[in-house]
């Protein structure tokens, strides 16, 4: 497959468990983004990568999320302790160079915390 | 403040007659404007873009939208709307610079489309 995957694609959590989510991007895509997007609402930005670097967190709503791209290729969004609130679709989305900023989604993450 | 406005919540249109889909943005400096598309437990699917150059941009699925600058617009337009075209359709538009470079999205709330046969 030539295209962004996520999987899972549906979680269900208690409330207070820890949950990870993963993104594999385009092959060779330098960039990767993390989105949440909350029932009835357009994408919101989490954050964003730039092959193994961690540029910009400034979307993450608390310190109990945490994003990581170790090899500059999968990422990982883990939320621990959950909470109801939580409750949104995560969208990953790469982009490659020479691309003119196009990118990417995969289908989502939908969490759903209990 | 860097924004973007879909004023419509929903759009309704028959099958076979043109649609309209408004997006209006706030960014400081040249806007890139992209339109997305959501199906149903699906992501998002890249429709088009302007980044510079013609005003009439065309994509895929037989869209296009037209970047009006002194209006701040890029409205999605087809000339001819398909059953199939139902989904729900999102403009963004890049932001400006920031410490992380990171050209991340700013995004609408997104607009329903409904074709009715």
């Known amino acids: 497959g030539a295209g962004v995957s996520q999987s899972p694609r549906y979680k269900v959590a208690k409330r207070g468990q820890d949950v990870a989510l993963r993104c594999d991007p385009i092959s060779g895509h330098v960039s990767l983004f993390w989105y949440q997007q909350a029932l009835g609402q357009g994408p919101e930005f989490l954050t964003y990568f730039q092959n193994e670097a961690q540029l910009d967190k400034s979307g993450l709503p608390s310190d109990r999320f945490f994003a990581e791209r170790p090899e500059g290729s999968v990422s990982t969004l883990k939320i621990q302790r959950t909470q109801q609130e939580d409750s949104a679709v995560y969208l990953c989305?790469?982009?490659?160079?020479?691309?003119?900023?196009?990118?990417?989604f995969g289908p989502g993450t939908r969490l759903l915390v209990l | 403040a860097q924004s973007v406005a879909q004023p419509e919540d929903q759009v309704n249109v028959a099958e076979g007659n043109p649609l309209t889909v408004k997006c209006t943005y706030s960014?400081?400096?040249?806007?890139?404007l992209f339109w997305y598309v959501q199906y149903p437990n699906r992501g998002l699917q890249f429709l088009l873009k302007?980044?510079?150059?013609d005003n009439l941009v065309k994509g895929s699925y037989g869209f296009e939208a037209e970047f009006n600058k002194s209006q701040t617009s890029f409205h999605l337009k087809k000339p001819s709307a398909l059953v199939s075209d139902s989904a729900l359709y999102f403009c963004a538009v890049r932001a400006a610079l920031n410490a992380g470079n990171n050209r991340k999205l700013i995004w609408g709330l997104g607009t329903s489309l409904a074709v009715n046969p």
């Open positions: 960014v400081s400096g040249n806007p890139y």
């Open positions: 989305a790469s982009r490659g160079t020479g691309q003119q900023e196009t990118q990417y």
């Open positions: 302007y980044i510079t150059g």
